[in-house]
């Protein structure tokens, strides 16, 4: 049996780019919700809440479809690097970054409203940054577009220029770990 209709509640160009080159076919219906930002919640748990919510939100309109639903942090301990909103603050941010090692959590809700079933799952990858010195910072951030970025960076766009090492999901930093979505995609009640 084939999965129904799959539609991914985002319009990150990135997650869209990971799905297509994993073979999948979906359309994409960006959630219209105003996303948490919880300062009285883990970073796992902010990730997992905003996620359902897009996920929830777009299964409303199309009950019968498969709905994925993402939401990635970055973090250091229980600290939040959003997506700056000045080249300033994204200096500041990976400044602070700087040869720390930080943590990647995306949190990912598989939903479908009718016949209701839903899975959720997170997860994280820790990322070791280089030492960085102000310039390499500046020089950094003039070859991307950082105030669309959680923790101001792309790791697909001269990653290597500031990071030391990955363990852990490489496509989870992109935005969506892609093997893992596979994984819960061929473990749908409905593909089987």
């Not at 359309?27 to 219209?32: K, P």
């Not at 796992?44 to 809440?49: G, N, P, Q, V």
Request: charge should be positive; proline fraction near 5%; charged fraction near 20%.
């Amino acid at each position: 049996m084939k999965l129904p209709a799959f539609i991914l509640a985002s319009g990150s160009p990135r997650r869209r780019e990971l799905l297509a080159q994993a073979g999948l076919r979906f359309r994409v219906e960006a959630a219209q919700v105003e996303e948490l930002n919880g300062a009285d919640m883990t970073p796992r748990e902010l990730c997992r809440a905003n996620a359902f919510r897009k996920a929830q939100a777009v299964a409303r309109q199309f009950p019968e479809a498969l709905v994925l639903g993402a939401d990635t942090e970055v973090h250091l301990g229980n600290r939040v690097f959003g997506k700056p909103a000045t080249l300033k603050a994204a200096h500041q941010m990976l400044r602070r970054l700087s040869g720390c090692t930080h943590e990647v959590t995306t949190a990912c809700c598989l939903l479908r409203a009718r016949p209701a079933h839903r899975v959720m799952f997170d997860v994280t990858t820790h990322v070791q940054f280089r030492p960085l010195s102000d310039g390499q910072i500046r020089d950094y951030l003039a070859t991307i577009n950082p105030l669309d970025k959680a923790g101001a960076y792309a790791v697909q766009e001269n990653g290597e220029w500031i990071v030391e090492a990955i363990e852990g999901s490489f496509t989870n930093i992109v935005g969506l770990p892609v093997q893992q979505v596979l994984a819960a995609l061929a473990s749908w009640p409905a593909a089987r």
